[in-house]
């Protein structure tokens, strides 16, 4: 029996978000977001994290939020600091007494969820903004996985989907069941991105020719996004057209393969490698673009998806997860199968070659884009916050 707290009607309640790390990337910015948004006449907020990232300065900005690093608390599997990172968090619940404990990504969630439990925290949130198994691991390596996610679903108060198709994903691997989840989409702050401001203001300061028609891939250089890929699209497209320039906003693990493979096809003259960005800069980055690719192999419902929509830009994708809920087939976008490189780069070329087409299809996606704001997102988490306090005492 978890213990009691006293009546949270006359106080703010304490709310802790777990997440491994501040790379740039979906899960990280909304949890963000959500720690900016939420009404701290209601809440004292908190984040545990690693002390590494592109958005620790963004973290550090935020006012009224109690920061806790913790430098063991690392995306691979490494027993002894993961040990270190358990404790670590316990410890801080355990002196710190939240209310809500709120964790994200795979790693955080596993460690982060049973820390919570066992320092009696009354309300345990999780957001599967994907899952740490997917059908590109081993068989044993992905039984492993869902196991852990099984256990540890039943210390959970309330888990929290990104997509339909992540709710899917999890009752048919036996994570959850229905009923045990709420939709609250990785979203963004659209008017930052629907902003109207001159478009195509950064070719030259890029060294890119401002007749081209800009394709980007904005994503971390890591297996999942299989940025390999987008190289492998853009070269086939620039075998039929050389009015195309490819543009890729993001860094990491993969990037020395990405430049092999562009040397490999010789084409490092239409190809823009532009590291990665900050987190402020990036609606000038979609400004500059006229289609967005990401040709990854799993997601939940990545950022890209809504920010492509709110600048009005057509989207090619993979259709894993949550891609189809953002993207209808040849109405805002294109989709295809991972690894389909082909298919891909005809759908850029058709593109490329119709830019009437293209500017449709960036209309269409901005229509609907309003279903992707964080506003939505925090209001239904602060929603189901209220009700499962109010169920604690």
Known sequence: MLPRYHSLKRMRSKVFHVITKLELGGAQKVTLMTLERLPRERYQVGLATGPEGLLVDWANRIPDLSRVWIPSLVREVRPVKDLVAFVKLWRLFRRERPQVVHTHSSKAGILGRWAAWLAGVP??????????????????????????????????????????????????SGVFRRGD???????????????????????????????????????????????????????RVLKKTHRAHFVMAGDGELRPSVEERIRKYGIGGHITLLGWQNENDMPEVYRNLDIVVLTSLWEGLPCVFSEAMAAE??????????????IIDADNG????????????????????????????????????????????????????????????
């Not at 401001?197 to 996004?225: E, H, N, S």
């Not at 830009?313 to 953002?326: F, H, K, S, W």
């Open 334 to 393: 294109y989709l295809h199968e991972p690894h389909d490189v082909d298919g891909m780069a005809e759908s850029v070329l058709r593109l490329v070659e119709d830019q009437d087409l293209c500017r449709k299809m960036g209309h269409r996606g901005k229509s609907r884009v309003m279903e992707f704001d964080i506003g939505t997102s925090v209001a239904t988490l602060e929603a189901a916050y209220r009700d499962c306090l109010g169920k604690t005492g």
């Open 123 to 172: 309300v345990i949130f999780h957001t599967a903004h994907g899952f740490g198994f997917n059908d590109f691991q081993r068989p044993i390596v992905r039984k492993v996985y869902v196991w852990l996610e099984r256990i540890t679903t039943k210390i959970t108060t309330k888990l929290v989907v990104v997509s339909y198709a992540n709710a899917d994903k999890g009752e048919q």
């Open 313 to 326: 830009l057509p989207i090619i994708a993979t259709n894993v997860d949550g891609a189809r809920e953002a």
């Open 181 to 235: 989840w709420i939709l609250c989409r990785d979203s963004i702050s659209v008017e930052e991105f629907i902003q109207p401001k001159p478009r195509r203001r950064q070719l030259r300061t890029w060294g890119i020719p401002d007749d081209k028609v800009i394709v980007g891939m904005v994503a971390c250089f890591k297996p999942q996004k299989s940025p390999e890929d987008f190289v492998e699209v853009a070269a």
